[in-house]
């Protein structure tokens, strides 16, 4: 498959002692998450696994499938980039994860309902617990790894001089438009971005996974999901 090809050449790139081949390499693999993040490579075909289903009556159709072309992406990031930060203290990235996720949640879901982006909506669908596995493994770990783990140590290795924020508002940013919906959401992406990547930062990638996932739990659980119809 031409795809896995050539995120093995790009794998081989970084891999190389010259700074030219290695930075050509992450070009290579640049191209390639962003076609993957709007799934134009060719050969994937992501299986459904649920919907569409509507949670809430006012909510917009909700589908979830198996992307493998991103879940590509974070074995990459694995195999060929060893700057993904993790934590060996189990205690610190567990307490930063939840203290992240409650300050961005609340941030978020006040910023959501005063945008019309969401309502309260309680509810304990049949899903939630196939729902809570998919999120963890295929959206959160996956998305800490490509959006904190990958870009985010770039950006840090390459505005070392100028302190963590330039890196984190700049993967936040990242992290909102590859959410792009509406002017509303990629704002809300951003923001909970900018928490992700502060668990990352102060945490590491478990933070990270926890306070996206804990963030998205709350959404699902609590509020609307994944949004008004109105905002569709």
Same mark, same amino acid.
């Not at 290695?22 to 459904?48: E, K, Q, S, T």
């Not at 939630?128 to 959206?139: D, E, R």
């Given at each position: 498959?031409?795809?896995?090809?050539?995120?093995?050449?790009?794998?081989?790139? @970084?891999?190389?002692?010259?700074?030219?081949?290695? $930075?050509?390499?992450? #070009? +290579?693999?640049? *191209?390639?998450?962003? &076609? !993957?993040?709007?799934?134009?490579?060719?050969?994937?075909?992501?299986?459904?696994?649920?919907?569409?289903?509507?949670?809430?009556?006012?909510?917009?159709?909700?589908?979830?499938?198996?992307?493998?072309?991103?879940?590509?992406?974070?074995?990459?990031?694995?195999?060929?980039?060893?700057? @993904?930060?993790?934590?060996?203290?189990?205690?610190? $990235?567990?307490?930063? #994860? +939840?203290?992240? *996720?409650?300050?961005? &949640? !609340?941030?978020?879901?006040?910023?959501?309902?005063?945008?019309?982006?969401?309502?309260?909506?309680?509810?304990?669908?049949?899903?939630?617990?196939?729902?809570?596995?998919?999120?963890?493994?295929?959206?959160?770990?996956?998305?800490?790894?490509?959006?904190?783990?990958?870009?985010?140590? @770039?950006?840090?290795?390459?505005?070392?001089?100028?302190?963590?924020?330039?890196?984190?508002?700049?993967?936040?940013?990242?992290?909102?438009?590859?959410?792009?919906?509406?002017?509303?959401?990629?704002?809300?992406?951003?923001?909970?971005?900018?928490?992700?990547?502060?668990?990352?930062?102060?945490?590491?990638?478990?933070?990270?996974?926890?306070?996206?996932?804990?963030?998205?739990?709350?959404?699902?659980?609590?509020?609307?999901?994944?949004?008004?119809?109105?905002?569709?």
């Amino acid at each position: 498959m031409v795809p896995i090809g050539l995120l093995a050449v790009a794998g081989w790139l @970084v891999s190389s002692q010259s700074k030219l081949v290695h $930075w050509l390499g992450h #070009g +290579l693999f640049i *191209c390639l998450a962003l &076609a !993957a993040g709007f799934h134009w490579l060719p050969g994937f075909h992501n299986l459904r696994l649920f919907g569409p289903t509507q949670l809430t009556p006012n909510a917009v159709s909700y589908t979830v499938y198996l992307n493998l072309d991103k879940i590509l992406l974070a074995f990459w990031i694995f195999w060929f980039w060893p700057h @993904v930060q993790v934590s060996p203290v189990r205690r610190i $990235w567990i307490k930063l #994860g +939840l203290s992240v *996720c409650g300050l961005t &949640a !609340a941030i978020c879901a006040c910023l959501a309902i005063s945008l019309g982006v969401i309502e309260w909506a309680p509810k304990w669908p049949s899903i939630v617990g196939f729902w809570a596995i998919h999120n963890l493994l295929c959206v959160s770990f996956v998305e800490a790894v490509i959006f904190f783990g990958y870009c985010q140590e @770039v950006l840090k290795r390459c505005l070392v001089s100028d302190g963590p924020w330039p890196a984190i508002l700049i993967a936040a940013g990242l992290f909102g438009l590859m959410h792009f919906i509406s002017w509303q959401w990629v704002l809300l992406t951003g923001i909970a971005g900018i928490g992700y990547g502060m668990a990352y930062h102060y945490g590491k990638l478990q933070a990270a996974v926890l306070s996206q996932f804990c963030l998205n739990f709350l959404q699902f659980s609590l509020f609307t999901y994944p949004m008004l119809a109105a905002q569709a």
